[in-house]
């Protein structure tokens, strides 16, 4: 019944019932089995059990003479962490209940997580079993409505069946299944286990496996269903071909002739009857070395006797003597079991240094629709501790996961903004006819120097303005071009500001100093003073503006660029919110490229103010 008071009761019973015991197996489940299991060595008594597998039973001082073939969940936090890091996941959410079961074995996929940088969320469930807290006995003492996190897409559920189902239906009501979300459910619950209950939780079956479909289940191997049929065992009856064991299939055939014989009379069993047959046959062998090495070793015999306070019989020691007093036999006992190994139905069975049956590989199923439309648990691949993520029966990457790896709410796609295409044409087509119509003048210019009109002009500068002209017009073009990285777009950046530098000042510096000309020689009528001006003078001071704009604008990037402010920041912009994408919607992040910092700005006020000077200086001559 999965009660304490239950398992104790029946303990009791049982041990104080005629005749006396050797052995225990059971319980049948977690929770009745650790009462059993912490008194049971009180009573000299080996204990086995074939279907608990709470973590809390790896204790040797709470549980010292227990085995147990199922593995503890515990191990399954390796290949959560291992699929975790297979996938490249970042976050993670855990529903847990708050039984011993559940709450170690998440307890050490927390220090893992921790441990990986991983980011999760935990939830966690109290059952009210007497309804004691204004609720209905055996619900959920917290709003079911809350259970989910909202930023986590990936949740590793860890509850007993019923609660699983109310999760599901809980999903089902916001939407959550694949490829948006995913869930890892326990891997021992009966099957079909979402089946049950069908009334209940306010959602049908349908919509259950509708959400469950694409989830997965992490399973310890060894398990017989997924083993290869032909697999010769070590257990069977006796004198069967030669003593040959049964093959998994004929263990299957057996269990299928006694299914529906008295006292059974049931149509069908789980995943672990297997091992519960295993289990039978740990305690045999275990029992049968032990009345081997009374027989052969005369001295432990004698102490046997003794702990039974048995006078010597000059015989070897019989297992029908045993007592509960007599500890001989249970540390004899202890010590076969310590040494199982043989290949049982359910695979090989040995047992680690705190007696949880050894598992190095781990099954990966997942829920799947077959042809009828029904939800059926699917193996898609094997997980090794040494190794990674295998895919088996035919199961690729794209057949598990249909509309891409399920996203796990922490990676964004990110979309940078710039210049719309169809402006930037606009102005690039515009800039390049500048550019053209400058390139026009310069060959006019040229052509033509020689004309009194042309001459008149300074036709030596005018090659200056029309370069500075080159240098503008393309100073636009670069501003347009559409930076979509960072390196781009600080060298798009930097680039602007040095064309626009220098073409202001070769252009306008140049007509800046014809002016000045103009000024000079109209404030000066001495005819020695005007032949003095050459255009040569001219076309020094027009370099020297531009030399100054080359040294302003090395020293900043030497300066500032080496502390890495001379850069494009990527910032949000605010006329394009997050938005999510695709089947799996993963959040689509909108950010344009600027260049921007303190010092940055400070720079451009100082150099474009020179120049803006230099302008003012222009048409104060001319009024």
Avoid at 55 to 83: C, H, K
Wanted: glycine letters at 6%.
């Amino acid at each position: 019944q999965c009660n304490k008071i239950d398992a104790l009761d029946t303990f009791h019973r049982q041990v104080f019932e005629e005749p006396t015991k050797i052995g225990i197996i059971g319980s049948g489940c977690s929770v009745s089995t650790e009462p059993t299991a912490s008194i049971s060595h009180y009573y000299n008594l080996v204990q086995v059990s074939c279907i608990a597998s709470s973590p809390a039973f790896r204790d040797r001082q709470l549980f010292p003479r227990y085995f147990q073939l199922l593995p503890t969940d515990a191990s399954l936090a390796i290949t959560y962490m291992g699929l975790i890091e297979f996938y490249q996941w970042k976050r993670v959410a855990i529903i847990v209940q708050m039984e011993n079961l559940f709450t170690v074995a998440m307890d050490e996929l927390k220090v893992l997580l921790n441990d990986n940088s991983i980011e999760y969320s935990e939830t966690e469930l109290v059952i009210d079993e007497a309804g004691v807290n204004g609720g209905p006995p055996n619900s959920t003492i917290v709003n079911l409505d809350s259970v989910f996190d909202e930023s986590s897409r990936i949740f590793i559920i860890s509850t007993y069946e019923p609660l699983a189902r109310e999760i599901i239906c809980e999903a089902y009501r916001k939407g959550y299944r694949y490829p948006r979300h995913l869930f890892f459910m326990i891997p021992w619950y009966v099957n079909g286990w979402w089946r049950f209950e069908a009334d209940s939780y306010g959602c049908t079956v349908a919509e259950r496996e509708d959400t469950l479909e694409y989830s997965m289940t992490v399973m310890n191997l060894p398990f017989a269903a997924y083993l290869n049929m032909s697999t010769t065992t070590d257990t069977g009856h006796e004198g069967t071909d030669n003593g040959r064991g049964m093959t998994v299939r004929e263990y299957f055939d057996k269990v299928e002739e006694y299914l529906e014989r008295p006292p059974l009379n049931v149509t069908l069993y789980d995943d672990v009857a297997p091992v519960c047959y295993d289990a039978m046959w740990t305690l045999a062998l275990a029992l049968n070395n032990t009345i081997t090495e009374f027989e052969t070793n005369i001295s432990l015999s004698d102490l046997a006797y003794e702990a039974g306070n048995m006078p010597n019989r000059n015989e070897t020691f019989r297992m029908e003597n045993f007592t509960y007093q007599n500890d001989v036999v249970m540390e004899t006992m202890f010590k076969h079991l310590e040494d199982t190994d043989f290949l049982g139905v359910s695979g090989d069975v040995t047992f680690n240094e705190v007696g949880i049956r050894r598992v190095t590989q781990y099954l990966i199923l997942q829920f799947r629709k077959n042809s009828s439309k029904r939800i059926v648990n699917e193996e898609i691949g094997v997980w090794s501790t040494n190794a990674s993520l295998v895919y088996t029966k035919n199961s690729t990457e794209e057949t598990t996961w249909p509309f891409g790896i399920p996203y796990d709410g922490v990676s964004v796609v990110i979309v940078i903004n710039t210049v719309h295409a169809s402006l930037t044409s606009i102005m690039i087509i515009f800039s390049t006819v500048g550019i053209l119509f400058s390139v026009a003048c310069l060959v006019f210019n040229f052509y033509f120097r020689n004309q009194t009109l042309i001459r008149l002009s300074s036709p030596n500068l005018n090659y200056l303005i029309g370069s500075g002209a080159i240098l503008l017009y393309l100073a636009i073009i670069v501003t347009v071009l559409p930076a979509d990285t960072a390196v781009f777009s600080s060298v798009v950046c930097n680039l602007r500001v040095w064309l626009t530098g220098f073409g202001y000042s070769l252009c306008y510096g140049t007509i800046l100093v014809k002016m000045w000309r103009v000024y000079y020689i109209f404030s000066n009528p001495s005819t020695l003073k005007k032949a003095n001006l050459h255009d040569w003078m001219l076309a020094i001071m027009v370099l020297c503006f531009v030399i100054l704009d080359l040294v302003m604008l090395v020293i900043f990037s030497l300066v500032e660029g080496l502390r890495g402010n001379l850069r494009a920041e990527r910032v949000l912009d605010k006329e394009a919110s997050s938005t999510t994408t695709g089947e799996q919607g993963r959040i689509k992040e909108f950010y344009v490229y600027v260049c921007d910092s303190l010092a940055w700005d400070i720079f451009l006020g100082i150099f474009y103010g020179y120049k803006a000077f230099l302008q003012v200086c222009t048409y104060i001559p001319a009024s």
